[in-house]
C-alpha cells in the first residue's frame, strides 16, 4: 500500500515538474518577443498628444483638418448616412469581394470616367475588368500583393524612391521583393525623371512597378502627361506589370475625373493589347473622408473575360481566409452618393473641390511668409496634394519638433491640412529660425 502511494505521489509530482517546466519555456519564448518600433506616422501623432504646449501643431497624418485645426464629415456624407438610417432594414455580410453594385460604381467612376472614356467602357463591356471592394487602400495593396505573389511571374517590385512609408512593408509581408527605382532629386526638389527612366529600363524583365496615380505620396511631384508616355513606353519594352496606387484621386485638380489621365493611358493601351493587364488600388478615404470606413478596391484589368473568371475565384479564395468580407457601412455610403436619386454627387464634388481649395490657400500661405534669402522654396508650389515635402533635413525636423513642437516625419513631408490661419505664422517662423545659415 505504501509503495503504491509513493509511485502514484512521484508520478504526480513528475507531471507537475513537466508542466512547470512546459509552462515556463513558454513563457521564455514570449519573454524573447522583441519590442517593436512605433510606426513612423502614427508614433508622431502619439507623440503629439503628449506634448503640453498650447501651440503644438500636427503636420504627421494625412487627414483632413478644417480651418479651425478640426476633422470634419463631408456634409454629403453625412445625408447618405441619414438615407441609410431611413431606409437600411438589415445588416448582412456582403460578399467576399463586395456588392455588385459598389463594384460597378467604382468601374464607371474610374474607368469609364463616368462616361468620358471610351476605352475604359470597352473593358468593362468586354468583362476585362475584376474589382473587388477591400479594407481601404492598405487593404488593396496587401491583397494585390498576395494575389501577385501567387500568380505572378516575378516576384520583384519596383517602388519610387521615396514612397509611402507602409509600401514596402506590406510588399515585403506579402511575399514580394521590394526594389527602389529612382523618383526624386533631393538636392534639387525635383523630379529625377532621367535617372527614373533609367531605372525601369535596368530592371528585370516582366517586373511589377508602383505607380502612383497623382498626388505622390510623400512628395506631391506628379509626372506630366509627356512624361507618363515615356513611362509608359519603357512599361511596354520591358513588359513590365503597372500596380497603380491611387489614394488620392481629385486632390491634384479638386476635380476626380481629371486627376486619372494616366488611368486613361493604361486604358487605352489595354484596350490596344499594348498591354495585357495591369492593377489599381484605389480608396474613399481621402476624397469622401471615409478613413475610419475603411472603404477602396482592388481592380484588375485581365487580357480576357475568361481572365477575368478565373482571376475573380481567386481572388475569392484569397480573401475568404483574409477578412472573409468587407465592411458595409462605407461602401454603401459610396453607394447612395453615386446614386442619381439622391442628388448628392454634385454636393461631393464641389465639397472636395472647396477642400482643395483650402489646401492650395494654405500652400500659398505658407510659400509667402517663408524667408527666401537662402533657400528656394519653388518647388512647394510645384507639389499637389495634401503633402508638402519641404527638403528639411531630418536634423532640422527635429529641432522643429523638440523646439517649437511641430511635429511632422524626419523625411521633411507635411500634411498641409494640419496648417490653418491660427498657425501658419507660428510655423513659417520656426521654419525661417531652423533654416538659418
Known amino acids: 500500500m505504501y509503495r503504491s502511494q509513493l509511485i502514484k505521489s512521484t508520478t504526480r509530482q513528475s507531471q507537475y515538474t513537466l508542466r512547470f517546466l512546459s509552462s515556463t519555456t513558454q513563457l521564455s519564448k514570449w519573454n524573447d518577443i522583441p519590442l517593436a518600433p512605433p510606426d513612423k506616422i502614427l508614433g508622431i501623432t502619439e507623440a503629439f498628444i503628449n506634448d503640453s504646449n498650447p501651440k503644438k501643431i500636427n503636420l504627421g497624418v494625412g487627414a483632413y483638418r478644417d480651418n479651425s485645426g478640426k476633422p470634419i464629415i463631408f456634409p454629403s456624407v453625412k445625408k447618405a448616412e441619414e438615407i441609410l438610417l431611413s431606409k437600411e432594414t438589415e445588416k448582412e455580410y456582403t460578399p467576399i469581394i463586395g456588392s455588385k453594385n459598389f463594384q460597378s460604381i467604382v468601374k464607371n467612376f474610374i474607368f469609364n470616367n463616368s462616361g468620358k472614356d471610351a476605352n475604359g467602357k470597352q473593358l ?25 505573389n501567387r500568380f505572378y511571374s516575378s516576384k520583384k517590385i519596383l517602388v519610387p524612391k521615396p514612397t509611402w512609408a507602409n509600401h514596402v512593408a ?16 533631393t538636392s534639387k526638389n525635383d523630379l529625377d525623371f532621367d535617372n527614373l527612366k533609367q531605372s525601369l529600363t535596368n530592371a528585370p524583365n516582366e517586373s511589377i512597378v508602383l505607380l502612383h496615380a497623382c498626388c505622390h505620396n510623400p512628395t506631391g511631384m506628379d509626372l506630366t502627361s509627356e512624361q507618363w508616355d515615356e513611362v509608359l513606353q519603357i512599361v511596354q519594352d520591358k513588359k513590365l506589370f503597372p500596380l497603380v496606387d491611387m489614394a488620392y484621386q481629385g486632390f491634384a485638380s479638386g476635380k476626380p475625373f481629371e486627376d486619372i489621365g494616366m488611368i486613361r493611358k493604361l486604358t487605352q493601351l489595354a484596350n490596344e493589347n499594348k498591354i495585357p493587364s495591369f492593377a489599381l488600388c484605389q480608396s474613399f478615404a481621402k476624397n469622401m473622408g471615409l478613413y475610419g470606413e475603411r472603404t477602396g478596391s482592388i481592380s484588375i484589368i485581365t487580357p480576357s473575360s475568361e481572365s477575368s473568371k478565373a482571376v475573380e475565384s481567386q481572388l475569392k479564395k484569397l480573401i475568404r481566409p483574409m477578412y472573409s468580407s468587407p465592411p458595409i457601412h462605407g461602401s454603401k455610403i459610396v453607394e447612395v452618393i453615386f446614386d442619381e436619386s439622391s442628388g448628392l454627387l454634385p454636393e461631393w464634388l464641389q465639397e472636395l473641390d472647396n477642400v482643395v481649395g483650402r489646401l492650395n490657400t494654405v500652400r500659398s500661405k505658407l510659400y509667402e511668409k517663408l524667408d527666401k534669402s537662402n533657400y528656394n522654396w519653388d518647388h512647394l508650389l510645384k507639389q499637389r496634394g495634401m503633402f508638402v515635402y519641404t527638403g528639411l533635413s531630418p536634423e532640422q525636423v527635429i529641432r522643429l519638433r523638440n523646439e517649437y513642437s511641430v511635429y511632422a516625419t524626419e523625411d521633411g513631408r507635411f500634411s498641409i491640412s494640419g496648417i490653418n490661419d491660427n498657425n501658419v505664422d507660428y510655423l513659417a517662423n520656426a521654419i525661417n529660425e531652423v533654416i538659418k545659415k
Open 124 to 148: 468593362i463591356d468586354d468583362g476585362r475588368i475584376v474589382t473587388s471592394q477591400t479594407i481601404s487602400g492598405t487593404g488593396s495593396l496587401r491583397v494585390i500583393a498576395d494575389f501577385l
Open 170 to 185: 506590406v510588399f515585403k509581408d506579402a511575399g514580394l521583393e521590394p526594389e527602389f527605382y529612382a523618383y526624386y532629386e
